[in-house]
């Protein structure tokens, strides 16, 4: 367990992508050296976090203030999800007026928990959660691969 939290602390390595999709502009932000995560067989759940904005132009992206927002929220819930890797935080998609945060779980139940924990000192968030089986992290696996397009 100490390398796999080693591996989204001290060694933690994010990359970043941009480009258009139907027509709206994406951001793209993942962690591309998670394959110990996925050799545990624990992490069989994916958790979308979505947070539903208002794009203050025709980039449909996020204002500033709405990124600084998302930033602390993200912070939030990464310290207290990944402090003892109950869920580890994959990839990050933004557009279109929706940012989705794709985190990979082992007890859902423990996570909604945490979630719910992490989220109390903000005022109420516009996001919906999403569970899904995905026990060979395809999500994940279709990112890695569109990005080396």
Do not use: C
């Amino acid at each position: 367990m100490k390398n796999l939290i080693e591996l989204v602390t001290e060694n933690d390595l994010w990359t970043g992508a941009e480009g258009e999709n139907d027509e709206n502009v994406f951001l793209l932000r993942f962690r591309p050296h998670l394959e110990s995560f996925i050799k545990t067989g624990e992490y069989k759940k994916r958790l979308i976090i979505t947070w539903f904005y208002e794009s203050t132009d025709s980039s449909l992206l996020p204002s500033e203030w709405d990124l600084e927002f998302m930033e602390n929220v993200e912070n939030s819930l990464v310290d207290i999800l990944e402090s003892d890797i109950q869920a580890v935080l994959a990839f990050v998609y933004t557009s279109g007026n929706e940012r989705e945060w794709n985190w990979y779980m082992k007890d859902k139940d423990e996570t909604i928990k945490r979630i719910n924990q992490a989220l109390s000192e903000f005022e109420k968030i516009p996001i919906e959660l999403t569970v899904e089986e995905d026990e060979n992290w395809s999500e994940y696996n279709f990112v890695l691969e569109g990005a080396k397009e």
